[in-house]
């Protein structure tokens, strides 16, 4: 059956010391997508434009992602405008404009509902709370967020969070959902009164992840050259999560044990790596498994000594 | 023989959002030693003024610290004032009276120039190459420098990199020598053109290593509560160093290792963990052995995971 995602699929400018484009595929579930689809089947639910260009359904449909649950509308794609200087840890927002977004509200399939996977990337939690609500025989639920739900939706994002095996946050954003400044003791307090598995995305210092059971330290691949960080966080949840997906049709009660959920955080920050390569989607595109499985070894390689 | 440590011994103010204490003991020497005292015997090469209290240097005493190397001059001792937000990776500069600093200038006597382990804490580059310059039977040298020596005297630091086997410095001064926003490809040009070995140091995040033959990202160990900061990357330097000189013991050709340099990163950043937990030197002071050994274990566990 595969992964489900729901979120944005968007046009893109954006500009960073590397160079400048316009109108590229952009959105959460696009870069989702991309990363998972080297180990799951996926289909996105999302509400495009028409204005979008068919170029870029195309391109996504040759890497076998579904995309018959994107709906088109009368108005424009969700549009947005960024830039980023040397620091490529920040993106600066110039412009948003929400178009077809504002009426996002997707009725399931009964195929659709019938998904084990589910991946609610960064949209209104009142909407992930309806989608998530639709589902009948889920095994996983991965949810994205961000620091505009945690202020004007923090009460219905605590409680969609209930429904979560797994949030994805940035630092800022756990340490603002905590009200806690020190991270581990953050992730440590939303963990308790949420998801099973708490991932903290830290770009190029790589990602923290806490459970009931362990913490895991995990650092980001020491990519020399980041021409484009957007859809960083995005291509590590799709990585993540297809490669939890993999694991669940060997057997469906590992999927949380700490050897599959470390690795599948190595798996993720492979992914990632490839993103921020290239512009938009174009790393992982040009991107094999045996890339990414190579790339793992050299994380294992970077980070691992013997004890003490 | 052991580590033979060139650097201050200060007088602190300090204030975090955890407390204020002052006229606190200080200095990149002392954090050095109390460091290393757990591994390797540690001299230490300063200057002191006549208002230094003498249960400051009973204090290192008691760690087997040999301070008989440290002058005392008729003026003030080198004192630093400064303050920590809630972000505690920036230290703020209050106040700096260099007092007796002004005329450190060492001259070695015979004992101390035959150690073979030296470390040059961050001073003057001209005085580091002095002091360097009169060693007779050097095996290994660890170097610190920091951004006013970058700016001022950054021919004279190349200079006595030539002389270092291993250089200490942070992200945002390893970039502003290397003039590269990269900070793998900032660590790979200065390694190339000075020490044998790079170590970034990142704050909460870990440290960076690079060499001509590797590269090994170490994460920190996630601390819950940092009270105080100061000393951190003197303390990380000190239990690096001295894991480094218990090896040298047991096989002078092995130091420059793979497995031996990681081994000693990580010894330092469990060095530094303790560090942080408390103000000054007290959190190193009631840590034992067994202690950093242990936390070398959890960071062990934190990090590592199966191949994939």
Redesign the interface.
Known sequence: MGILVAGTVALDDVKT?FGKREKILGGSASHFSMAASFLAPVQIVSVIGNDFPKAHLDYLAAKKIDTSGIEVSEEKTFHWKGHYE??MNVAHTDETILGVLTKFNPNLKEAQKNFPFLFLANIDPEIQMKVVNQMTNLSFVGLDSMNFWIESKQKSLWDVLKKADALFLNDAEIRELAQE?????AAKIVQKNGPKIVLVK?G???V?TVTKD???????Y?????KDPTGAGDSFAGGFTSYLYSQYLQNKDNIYSM?VI??A???GAAAASFCVEEFTTEGLEKTSIEQI?ER??DI?????????
Do not use: Q
């Open positions: 010391p040397y620091d400044a020190s991270l581990i003791k830290k190029e210092h790589g923290l362990f913490v895991f330290v995990a650092a980001a020491p990519t020399e050259e980041v050897p470390k690795k955080v190595i798996w499985k793992c070894h294992h390689e970077f980070t691992s000594f013997e004890k003490h």
